[in-house]
Each structure stands twice: as C-alpha cells, then as structure tokens.
C-alpha cells in the first residue's frame, strides 16, 4: 500500500478492536467444545478486520465519495435507464411490515405483503397486455432465462422436441444469447438491415421447424422501433416459435404500445430500469416474467392469487417449470416499483416514456452535427452515435467516455451494440431536465472540438478523477481478487 | 396532474420540439404501427401523492404481522438476527446505491473495492481462495454450481443430498433442465444425509455432490466423512452450501476439499424481507476461477502506480462471450454484498465466533427446555443454531396457538417432508432470549398437554 492509496477495511485493523456488542449470553452455558467432534471446530479464526464503529463510518464513506450514482450526476447510460430513483421507496421498503417479515410466515399474517404483490401483477399485466404475471425472477437475465424454460415447457408438452434454437438480433443484448445457452437452446444469429431493424428476408431464411423462439427487444438496443414488429410475429408464430420481449427498454412505450398487443408471448421486465428499484451498484434487480394465456401454465410456482378478498399463494401448478428462486422473488424491489407505479398511475408513466423519447430526440439532433449518427429516423428512449469521425483523428470513443469524467458526467454505454463501429449509446431518461441535457450536449461538442484541435487532453483524460486510467491487462492476467495479509 | 420526477416544462417542451423539428410528440411514435398502438389509456390506479401514498402504504405494512413485534423462532434459511445500525446508514449513501456497476473504474472506486473487500471476507470465511462480487442468492448460486460441475466435468449425474434447503432443490431442478442433468436424490437418516446411499449412487459418471453444512434441519453434516467417499472418485466435484454465520465455529468447506462453495449472506446485515434480495455468495478453487459464473473485481495499478480495482476476467462473461459465456447472470447483489461486508466488518474477527457461539448456546438451552418439556427432539448433539421438534399436533395448529401468544412459530418440515408430518424446524438466534425460550417451550407445552 502507497501513501496515496486508500487503504483497505483490513489495512485499518487493530487487534482488539469491535464495533459491535453482541447481547450477553443469558443462558446457561455449556462446552460446545464437547459437543462437536474436533474436526469440526475450527481452528483458524477468519481474518475478518478489527475496527471500531467510526473506523467502518469513515470507511465506508470515503469509498462511497470515491463512487458515483445517479445522486451524484447525469448518467446517460444507454440501455440501463439511470432515471432518479426516489426517497419514497427507500422509506417504504424499510417499513418493519415490509423488511422484517419471513417468506414462511402464514399467508394471513402476511395480507399486505401479498396484496402489494398481487397488486404489482396486475399493474405489470396492465401495463404490458399479458396474461399472467410472476414476480419470481430476480434479475432481467434470470427472468431472459424463466421466459425461455417456459416456451421450452411449452414445446415439449406439445410433444415438440426437435425446437432446439433461439434467434436473437446482432444487436441484442449478450445475455440475450447466453440465456438461450444456459436454458439449453442454441443461439442464432438473424441481422439488421441499412435501417438499424431486423433484416425480414434474413428472418426468413433462419426460422425454421427448429426455431423455438426470436427474443427481441422492442425498441431495440439502437433506440429504433422495429416497425414490422407484427409481420416479424406473424412470420416466426407460422414456424411454430414464440416471441420473446426483452423488457429492457420499456421506458420508450409505456402507455403507447404494449408488447402483448404487438403479438409477443413471453415478456420480462427489469423493475430496477423502467421502474426506478435503484441499481445498487450492480444489483439486486428485480425480472418479473409476463406471458400470454397459451403459456400461463408455465409460469413458476407460486404465483399470488385472491380469492374472497383473501391473498395466497397457488402451489397447485401441475404444468409450471417449477421454481426460478427460493422464496417469491425481490420483494424488496418490487415493493420499491410497486411505490413508483402507484405515484404515477397509467397518466404519469405515458408521460414518462414521452419524455423519456422526447429528451433522447432531442440531444440526438443536437449531437448529430458533431457525432456520425448511423440511423437518422425518430429514435425512442436512446440513440446510438459512432465515433469513427473521431477515431480517424486518433481519438477513441472510449477516450471520449474518459473525457467525460473530468465534466463530472458519467459516461454513455460505449462498444455496444455491436453492429455500429465505436458505438456510443446514450440514453437521458425523463427525469432529466432540459438544463441537465444542454450541458452534457455542450461538453460533448467541446470534446467533438477538442479532438480535432487538441486530441492530446482527450486521448489522456481523465485528467481530474482520484485515480487514472487502469492496468486491466494486468489485473486479467495476473488476478488478484482478494486481499491477503502481508 | 403534476409529476414531482419529470421537470418537463411546456416552455421546454416547445423549444425541443423546434429543435428536433415536430410539432408534438405523437410525430415521434409515429413508427408505431397504427395497429398496435394502445388506444386507451393504461387502467391502473390513480397516482397519489407522496402523502396519500405513504399512508395507504403504512397501513399495508401494518397489515403485515413483522418479526420485531413478534418473537421468532422461524428459520429455515432466513433468519432473524441482530443488525448493526452502522449496515444501513452505508447502505443508505446514494453513491453506492443509485449507482450501476462499475464500468467506469475511475469514478466507482468506492463500489469495486468494496466488492474486493466483499470477495476476501468470503474467501476466509469458507477457506476457498477465489470468491466472486456475489449472486442473486443461495439458491440460485447453489444452482449455478450444479451446472458448473457439469459443464467442467461433462458429467450429467448429479447427487443432491435431501437435507440441502428444499427450496434450492427445487431451483436446481430447473437449472438443471437446461443442460439435462440427471438429479438423484440422497435420502437423510434422522436428519443427516444417507451415506451408505450417497456411496452406493457415486460413481464415475457422477459430476458432483452437492451438501449442505450446517444442513436444512439444522445438522452438521460430516464432511471429513463424505470427503472420504467423494475421494473413490477424483473428478466428482464437491458442493457445499453454507450459512457463512456458522463459520465462525465451524471448520470451513475448504479444509475439506470442497470444489464450490455457496450460500447466503442474509445473516449478515440483510433483514428477511419476505425472501428477498437476499445475497449469494459463491467461492471456489484456484483452477476454476476462469469458469466462476458472475463479476469478479481484481486489485491492479493506474497509470501513476496508484492501487485500483477493476473489473476483471471479463472474458468469461455473457456481454463479451455471448452465448459461450459461462453464466448468462449480467447482475450482482452489490448493495447487499455492501450490507453483509459492513455487518461482517463491524461483527469483527473474534465478534463473529462469539456471535456463532451465542446462537449455538441458545439453540442448545432451547433443545434441552424441549427436552425437559417432554418432547421427543430429534438432533443429536452436532447441530448449529436449529433442531427439529416432534409435536402431537399438526406444526400449523401450533403455530395458529402460538400467534395468540405474540409467537411467530417454526418451520412446518412437512411442507417439503410428507414424512415428517408433526415436525417443527425450531431456529434459535443470538436475539432470542432465555425468556423468550421459556415462554416458547411452555406454550407449546400446553399445547402439547
């Protein structure tokens, strides 16, 4: 450790030092030493830090001043909705009737709890026009992965075996095609056309008797509608496969359009994107799963029912995939979304995706005159720009992305999606307000201008941020991942 | 109505319409085809406001009979235990939660090192060299081990013991469906996992076995032992979930050769919630740490030497390997890996034996009081913090009587164990006091008679 680090909880260690007191044993005690047999007792204590309770305060908020969240500034990050995530939830979801209650606690000591949870499904049912809705799935990933086991269990009970592929855009997200993997399919590949939208003729050439399901996301990961979303599901429902909606993205059409209406089967959300559960740092999320009534036997067990205004849990799913995750779900998440949806109502979230497209076109044609933009038409929620003017200078996009460390700002999604050379991926999201996007759009003008006549600051910024560019070579080569005591 | 998130004014509206040159919004949903564009409103709820809202809220929470009202004696893999308040004025900085993942190590310091200092406490805590940033929870990382062993050993046969938490069983059952593993299920014999079975059923078709430690009816199960069976067959991995509380005065799954080790930091610093987010937690060996499913935050330097963190082999992951990945997870747990690191820091070295002792201590006086009440217990003298009592009634009736009394009794075994009809899973924390347990025992005494 350097004088400039910051060191670690355990580089703050002091044999003897606690921070908490544990209740005073009360009971009679007796030699557990002689209760288990030695092997079992350990012998090395874990070197767990020694530190009292300001040591961990100071700790934790000097890292936490060496992070930065939406609370800190804008963070167009393109494909994450890094809208504001309000107070009202945090205070809701600490609620002792909330926080402190037990999964196996009787369903009548917990009405509320599964109320908001039924609740929350219907919202959920509403908003996307499906069937039934299940709250299991704990993150978009594992719902990608829920939705896809259900339109497997689906083809298998039709005796339909032999649909042993997914289809997924060159443009989709990677867990897109991992999901297909992990659920034990094999993942196709169908492309974009000049337009940013799924090539048709090439739909047709890769769906087939094999074809289980095409998972898209609608708009897609360039910010387009996929305007012949309706042919696209005409084209792989005649094959027999179903149409999966990778709900990341939809901020852009809340009370517009609804997946089930455009003729999807299977549909997740990410509640901690469009629904405001914070992203923590990484997680925990929340991937509610929504079918249509063809597959809504499938559904993980239990779903939440009410019956003579009395809620439970239904176990009794003879055709269900069974379970996804111990217990009901992220609760805690979804009671922050259930908070949101309720603050709204169906008149404020159609308001947010206007905005939320409004906002995005906006600094779209602002920064169309500086960035390439490789699709020109409307975008929705976020736009994708390519820095291959700049690179020609010298200057990366991702030395723009570190650039824009030294305004404060965070940076956009940079390389992704695939299909669009030096790709930056920006997405402002409704609760930011026109004052916020002119002065990420005047730093991103600056940037476009100094990589032409001083290309220097841009290619080695950051210049003002606590640490510099790092080592990732190293640290993949030669991993250390955990801290040792010298 | 006004939205106190969206600072749209009409002013601002007007000028960046002019900007993108439209004369309204609706020109921009106009690559909405006509026929699927909603055409009524969406039937939900009226908003409220933040006044309103809460109200109703508040009151849908007291609906909600909470376990700091009632006393607890439920367990079965969430457990009620002490929270320092240090864990949620951390968790409360909206640095760290309003923040994504840390992409951009140069402004998330804060978050990575954190991880980093996550990934070593699990590492000693479970004797494994290599921990990852964390996963959804026990279950789903118990999963994820499952189709690891599989994939690294080309094996399908998994043998999964039926004392591993009944609810995890169920989720490897599914994962597993994915790459078509066959499940054989170990049987337990008065609370422990069959040996002889798990011998007879081991063979060199066989990926893994999968153990937990302490297990669900709260049994130490002996590893020594089944590390010497696993030992006829070198490839076979060994799994072990583990509530990592217990480590503090349990020999650690790796003194005994496990492969992966999983389970929940819920006892550390996460309140139950109704089950979730809880926080998994995965470690392994050295020679699987490429194939680890999840984000993994290395230690490296910057441009002027300075220490970092950074996320790092990125190569297995699912937004660079795509369908080759090793795990399509894309999230972690973060902000609840933030709660346990600041509830294991806080517990401390020498806290975290006391604090295991203390729930064995309890749960052991608890046992006895059972014992001298008259009821048939069935544990022996190896178990942690849960034991299972034997009751003449159905565990339902009792835990109805209970409720009267202010109770929240255990767990009903036979929800998930036909067989063990009448049986409670009684769990006994550090928090639980020794009037708490006479007042428990006696109730159910007076059931009992």
Redesign the interface.
């Known amino acids: 450790?350097?004088n400039?680090?910051?060191p670690?909880?355990?580089e703050r260690?002091k044999e003897g030092?606690?921070?908490?007191n544990?209740?005073e044993?009360?009971?009679?005690?007796?030699d557990?030493e002689a209760?288990?047999?030695e092997?079992?007792?350990?012998?090395e204590?874990?070197?767990?830090?020694?530190?009292s309770?300001l040591d961990?305060?100071r700790?934790?908020?000097?890292?936490?001043?060496?992070?930065?969240?939406?609370?800190?500034g804008f963070?167009p990050?393109g494909s994450?909705t890094?809208?504001?995530?309000?107070k009202?939830n945090?205070?809701?979801?600490?609620?002792?009737?909330?926080?402190?209650?037990?999964?196996?606690?009787?369903p009548k000591?917990?009405?509320?709890?599964l109320?908001?949870m039924f609740?929350l499904q219907e919202?959920l049912k509403?908003?996307t026009g499906m069937a039934g809705v299940s709250l299991q799935s704990?993150?978009?990933?594992?719902g990608?992965?829920t939705g896809l086991?259900m339109i497997?269990a689906f083809h298998e009970a039709n005796g339909d075996f032999h649909r042993t592929k997914v289809i997924v855009p060159d443009s989709a997200?990677?867990?897109n095609?991992?999901?297909?993997?992990?659920?034990?399919f094999?993942?196709v590949t169908v492309k974009s056309n000049e337009n940013g939208l799924v090539d048709l003729e090439d739909l047709r050439r890769v769906v087939g008797e094999d074809t289980a399901a095409l998972m898209l996301t609608n708009p897609n990961t360039l910010g387009?509608?996929e305007?012949e979303?309706?042919e696209m599901a005409e084209i792989v429902h005649n094959a027999g496969g179903k149409l999966y909606y990778d709900g990341a993205n939809l901020n852009a059409?809340?009370?517009?359009?609804?997946p089930g209406?455009?003729g999807f089967d299977v549909v997740h959300l990410n509640l901690?994107k469009t629904f405001t559960g914070?992203?923590?740092?990484?997680?925990?999320?929340?991937g509610p799963v929504g079918v249509s009534a063809e597959l809504e036997p499938y559904l993980?067990k239990p779903v939440i029912v009410k019956e003579n205004d009395f809620y439970n849990f239904e176990y009794d799913r003879p055709q269900s995939?069974?379970?996804?995750?111990?217990?009901?779900?992220?609760?805690?998440?979804n009671l922050r979304a259930y908070?949101y949806?309720?603050?709204?109502?169906?008149?404020?979230?159609?308001?947010?995706s206007?905005?939320a497209?409004?906002?995005a076109?906006?600094m779209m044609?602002?920064l169309e005159k500086a960035y390439d933009l490789p699709y020109t038409?409307?975008c929705?929620h976020e736009f994708v720009l390519s820095g291959r003017r700049q690179k020609k200078l010298g200057v990366r996009t991702l030395d723009i992305?570190?650039r824009l460390?030294d305004f404060d700002y965070?940076?956009p999604t940079i390389y992704?999606p695939l299909n669009v050379e030096e790709a930056l991926m920006i997405e402002p999201t409704?609760?930011?307000?026109?004052e916020t996007l002119d002065g990420f759009i005047d730093t991103m003008l600056q940037i476009a201008e100094e990589a032409e006549n001083n290309p220097e600051i841009v290619q080695e910024a950051?210049h003002h941020?606590?640490?510099?560019?790092?080592?990732?070579t190293?640290?993949?080569r030669k991993?250390?991942?955990?801290?040792y005591k010298s | 109505?006004d939205?106190r998130?969206?600072?749209?004014t009409e002013q601002?509206?007007q000028?960046?319409?002019d900007?993108?040159?439209?004369n309204s919004?609706d020109?921009?949903?106009?690559?909405?085809?006509e026929?699927?564009?909603?055409k009524q409103?969406?039937?939900?709820?009226?908003?409220?406001s933040?006044h309103d809202?809460?109200k109703?809220?508040?009151?849908?929470?007291?609906?909600?009979?909470?376990?700091?009202?009632y006393t607890?004696f439920?367990g079965?893999?969430?457990y009620?235990h002490?929270i320092?308040s240090?864990v949620?004025?951390?968790i409360?900085?909206?640095?760290?939660?309003?923040?994504?993942?840390?992409?951009?190590?140069?402004?998330?310091?804060?978050?990575l090192?954190?991880i980093?200092?996550f990934?070593?406490?699990i590492?000693?805590?479970t004797g494994m060299?290599?921990?990852n940033?964390?996963m959804?929870?026990?279950?789903?990382s118990l999963a994820e081990a499952v189709?690891l062993s599989a994939g690294h050993t080309r094996k399908k046969k998994v043998l999964v013991s039926k004392a591993i938490?009944p609810?995890?069983q169920?989720?490897i059952?599914?994962?597993g469906?994915?790459?078509?593993l066959e499940i054989i299920y170990i049987d337990h014999v008065n609370g422990r996992t069959d040996l002889e079975q798990l011998a007879s059923e081991l063979d060199e078709d066989t990926a893994s076995v999968v153990i937990q430690y302490p297990n669900f009816f709260g049994q130490?199960e002996?590893?020594?032992e089944i590390r010497e069976i696993l030992d006829q067959q070198a490839k076979t991995m060994f799994i072990v979930s583990s509530n990592p509380l217990s480590?503090?005065?349990?020999?650690?799954p790796g003194k005994f050769g496990a492969d992966i080790v999983v389970g929940d930091t819920q006892v550390f610093g996460i309140?139950?919630?109704?089950?979730?987010?809880h926080?998994g937690y995965f470690a392994t060996t050295e020679k699987l740490?490429r194939k680890i499913p999840g984000?993994?935050?290395?230690?490296?330097?910057?441009?002027?030497?300075?220490?970092?963190?950074?996320l790092?082999?990125?190569?297995r992951?699912?937004?660079?390997?795509?369908?080759?990945?090793t795990?399509?997870?894309?999230?972690?747990?973060?902000?609840?890996a933030?709660a346990s690191?600041?509830a294991?820091?806080?517990?401390?070295?020498?806290?975290?034996?006391?604090?295991a002792?203390?729930n064995?201590?309890?749960a052991?006086?608890a046992k006895q009081k059972f014992v001298e009440a008259g009821f048939e217990v069935i544990s022996n003298?190896?178990f942690f913090n849960e034991f299972v009592v034997k009751l003449p009634v159905p565990v339902?009736a009792a835990?109805?009587k209970l409720?009267e009394k202010g109770f929240?009794g255990g767990?009903d075994l036979a929800t998930y164990y036909p067989e063990l009809e009448g049986h409670m899973l009684v769990a006994v924390t550090?928090?639980r006091?020794?009037e708490e347990?006479d007042a428990f025992v006696k109730e159910l005494g007076d059931i009992h008679e």
């Open positions: 450790m350097s400039q680090d910051f670690l909880i355990f260690s030092r606690v921070s908490f544990l209740p044993i009360d009971v009679p005690e007796i557990l209760e288990l047999t092997t079992y007792v350990r012998q204590a874990p070197e767990l830090p020694e530190v309770e961990i305060i700790h934790y908020t000097g890292l936490s001043n060496r992070n930065y969240g939406v609370d800190s963070y990050l994450c890094m809208k504001y995530n309000p009202i945090e205070d809701v979801a600490r609620l002792d009737g909330f926080s402190h209650i037990h999964p196996y606690q009787d000591t917990v009405q509320g709890a109320e908001m609740d919202a509403e908003i704990a993150a978009g990933a594992h990608e992965w086991m497997r997200h990677g867990t095609p991992a999901s297909a993997t992990v659920a034990g094999e993942a387009l509608f305007t979303i309706l059409i809340m009370g517009y359009a609804r209406d455009m901690h914070p992203h923590g740092g990484g997680g925990p999320g929340s993980p995939i069974g379970r996804v995750k111990p217990y009901y779900g992220n609760f805690g998440i908070t949806i309720r603050t709204m109502g169906g008149e404020g979230l159609k308001k947010v206007e905005y497209v409004l906002n076109n906006y044609r602002k038409q409307h929705k992305a570190k460390l965070h940076p992704f409704e609760t930011e307000s026109k950051p941020t606590i640490v510099k560019r790092m080592d990732e190293t640290a993949a991993p250390i991942l955990r801290y | 109505m939205f998130y969206l600072p749209m601002d509206k000028e960046m319409l900007t993108i040159g439209v919004t020109e921009l949903f106009s690559d909405i085809p026929k699927v564009r909603l409103p969406l039937s939900l709820k009226q908003p409220k933040e809202l809460k109703e809220l508040v009151q849908m929470a007291n609906k909600n009979y909470n376990v700091k009202e607890s439920l079965a893999g969430v009620d002490f320092p240090v949620d004025h951390v409360s900085r909206s640095e760290f939660y309003t923040a994504y993942t840390p992409y951009q190590p140069e402004i998330s310091q804060g978050e090192q954190a980093f200092e990934q070593t406490m590492s000693e805590l060299p290599v921990a940033s964390s959804y929870d026990g279950g789903t189709n938490h609810e995890s169920a989720v059952e599914t994962y469906r994915g790459p078509n130490i002996p590893l020594a480590l503090g005065y349990l020999t650690p309140p139950a919630q109704f089950g979730g987010p926080c740490m984000r993994l935050v290395g230690q490296t330097t910057d441009e002027n030497g300075i220490r970092g963190f950074v790092t082999l990125q190569a992951e699912q937004h660079i390997r795509r369908d080759k990945a795990s399509n997870i894309c999230s972690n747990q973060a902000l609840n933030l690191s600041v294991m820091s806080s517990i401390g070295k020498h806290g975290l034996k006391k604090m002792e203390l064995m201590q309890k052991r006086y003298s190896s339902k835990n109805d409720l929240i767990y550090e928090i006091t020794k347990i």
